[in-house]
């Protein structure tokens, strides 16, 4: 019943009764990405309460996830705030994640270095020449011509020519 309290909230809930030990499925629906656990001990059901493990972001010493146990009122009430923080947490830490392995680089040799780890922000001429010279020493393409950010012109990374777009150019290898 209040799982479909959940549902109706515009949360997706699936109830896993598979045949299958608590580890399996815990491991399971954590490859799977799924936000949050519940688990539902006979227990836990005639007291009125649940106990939740949240995917990331909150774990104890261990590295393992806290478990919280709530009531049912607590969990329907409070599932779409948790929602939310926990997609601005997967946010902050994908942006977080890039800008450790973002570079503005000057040179060739800089520019290589960084496309084995990450991105490179580079001066380009935009020729597809260039391009493709720079893809077969380094492997790595251009990504994309970020419109927010400063305007930048000068000598290309590769071939010296004068750079296009009046901005960086995101490199990176494809894979
Ligand atoms: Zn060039």
Partial sequence: MWLNCCVQRGVRVEVDVRDQ?????FNDWELKGVPFRLELGPRDLEAGVVVLAQRLGDEDEDGRARKHTLNVDELVGGIAARLDAYHDLLV????AFRDEHTARVEDLAAFEEQVASGFAVALHCGAPACETSIQERTRATPR??????PEESGA?????????YGRRVVFARAY
Avoid: H, L, Y
């Fill in 21 to 25: 030990s608590p580890g399996f499925k």
């Fill in 92 to 95: 902050a830490r994908a942006v």
């Fill in 144 to 149: 994309c011509v970020p419109t927010e950010g």
């Fill in 156 to 164: 290309c990374i590769a071939c010296g020519e004068p750079s296009a």
